[in-house]
Each structure stands twice: as structure tokens, then as C-alpha cells.
């Protein structure tokens, strides 16, 4: 017996038999396999799935500090800067300065700030699943 998997209806039917190939009976588009999520066990197509997880878990993951400290584990940006304020600053006081910008804009701007935090973490969803994955392994 296996558990197959409408892509269309996003539905999963379990105790198919393994030998034939089945219809979905909403839409009878055929039915392919259906693959588990590493965190929440639900059903999915394999192109739901980012490296194991689905969207669904890897929102849940994408909060503020998930953004900082997957920002930091992270590649380098680079920005431009007024030549003046390059020559002041350091980097790492120019990221000083910024972190403590971006925790006082939340404190008036919570929404947008844990909106584009999300936003940014789901940017590359397989990234971003490598990177919860490599957590857990962590706590373990
Ligand atoms: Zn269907
Ligand atoms: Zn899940």
C-alpha cells in the first residue's frame, strides 16, 4: 500500500495499491506519488516539497531573529555608501548601527518588519530549507 497524491487538488490518498496507476476522483488528473514533509508528516508533490520541507513549515520558520541569524550564517551584500560615512564607519559598526535601527523600527513597524522578514527567509525556499535542517541537526 502507498499514499498518492493529486498535484491539481492537492489531495492525498492513502492504501493505494502499489501496482496500478490511479485517477484522482475529483479531477482525474493521474495520481503520482506522494512525498512526506521532514517536520510535518503531511502529504505533498514532489515539487511542493523544498529540500523535505513544505511552505507551510517553512513559513513557520521564517521569523525575525530565524531572518538575523540566517542572514549572518549567510553570503555577504554589498551596498554603496557615501564616501564620508565609508571613511567614518567600519562594517561591522555600520551593521551595529543598522541592527539597532531595524529592532527600533520594529517596535513601531512590528508588521512590516516580521513581513519582510518572512519575505526574505522564503527568497530561496531550498536555501532556507538547508539551512532549518542544518539547525535541527544542531539541537539533536
Ligand atoms: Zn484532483
Ligand atoms: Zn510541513
Known sequence: MKTLYCED????????????TYN????????????????????????????????????????????????EAGERTFVELDQFLGYIFS???IEEILHKTLADARKLF?????RESKNYC????DD???YVD???KGLE
Do not use: M, P, W
Open 9 to 20: 487538488c492537492h489531495e492525498a490518498f492513502t492504501g493505494c495499491d502499489e501496482t496500478q
Open 24 to 71: 484522482c476522483i475529483h479531477c482525474g488528473t493521474e495520481l503520482v506519488d506522494a512525498f512526506q514533509c521532514k517536520e510535518c508528516d503531511g502529504d505533498f508533490g514532489e515539487d511542493e516539497l523544498h529540500e523535505g520541507y513544505c511552505d507551510e513549515c517553512l513559513e513557520k520558520h521564517a521569523s525575525y531573529e530565524t531572518a538575523l541569524d540566517y542572514s
Open 91 to 93: 562594517t561591522s559598526e
Open 110 to 114: 512590528d508588521h512590516q518588519v516580521r
Open 122 to 125: 522564503l527568497t530561496d525556499k
Open 128 to 130: 532556507f530549507a538547508l
Open 134 to 136: 542544518r539547525n535541527k
